[in-house]
């Protein structure tokens, strides 16, 4: 008991600099990990709390009081009337949780509910880039629904339920391929199997090309500049989605990735056929998007979940809604 304050000291100094660390870029960080750790410390705390420390400090409070009473009737039988043995106070010092619980165990049930939403349910994420112009913004703060293509264990990423299938058109969070520890945003265009050509900035599936209609430009606050808008039908629902005038189709510094023998590269654009349990993805902001025509496919393990609503940006209210 009397080690813990200074054990609980070393834990929460080991979360703070592995936090610290991950901030000033010294370790990858990984936040999933973070909280899982966080609510099995915490959770290890709270049951020592629950069945050992605080029956302990019951106990103690039990027998103050019973050192009490036996005092008053000592006095009782001294023919002591007059006596003030109060011990409330006392026994509220002792049965105060100590602040080495009050920062581990206290805080178990808030994590205990942030992990199994976050892990299980839903995830929120911000936008940090112009490639999804116009369908999100940057600064637009999203959900992600992380049971919709089936439940995955956190960590190791492990899927334990099936789910819906991905579908073209779906907006979908991904660890990115290159770097697994970093989360990206894109639409998907093509399913496993699908034969994909993007050529002269149009878009065709499986020989089909898929239809656009033309919209009035549209006009970026943060570029200030007006960008070509179209509506595509891609799957249930039609999006919008942005060309940007004298940017050639062409793909300029596509890497090696796995599956790049399955594209083909040309001055008109890309043609690719997605793997089978591979995804292939496009930003909304064609022209300033770095997607799978750059750095390949997206594996099914490495799906977050399905994005589908903003539920905040703090510049534009009027942002806030679905968008699926």
Partial sequence: MKTMPALTAVVLAAFVGYIGA???GAIEGNFALLMFLATLVTGLYWLAEKFLFLP???????????????????????????????????????????????????????????????????????????????????????????FTYG??????????????????????????????????????????????EYLNKRLRINGQDIPTEALPDFFDTDAMRYFQQFQESLGATPHRLLNTQGVPGFIQGAAEFAGRDQCVYSVEGVSCTVPQGQYFVMGDNRDN???????GFVPDENLVGRAFFVWMNFGNLKRIGSFQ
């Fill in 22 to 24: 991950w901030y000033t």
């Fill in 56 to 146: 302990r400090r019951k106990r103690a409070a039990e027998e103050l009081q019973q050192q009490a009473q036996a005092r008053r009737e000592q006095l009782q039988r001294q023919g002591i009337a007059q006596h003030d043995v109060d011990v409330s106070e006392g026994q509220l010092r002792i049965l105060r949780q100590p602040w080495w619980l009050d920062w581990t165990a206290g805080l178990f049930p808030v994590l205990l509910v942030v992990f199994v939403l976050r892990s299980f349910l839903f995830e929120p994420f911000k936008i940090p880039s112009g490639s999804m112009i116009p369908t999100l913004l940057v600064g637009d703060l999203i959900l992600v629904n992380k």
């Fill in 151 to 196: 439940v995955r264990l956190p960590v190791i990423n492990k899927k334990v339920t099936e789910g819906q299938p991905v579908q073209r058109g779906d907006v979908i969070v991904f660890r990115y391929p290159p770097q697994p520890s970093l989360d990206y945003i894109k639409r998907v265009v093509g399913l496993p199997g699908d034969k994909v």
């Fill in 289 to 295: 998007s770095l997607d799978s025509r750059y750095w």
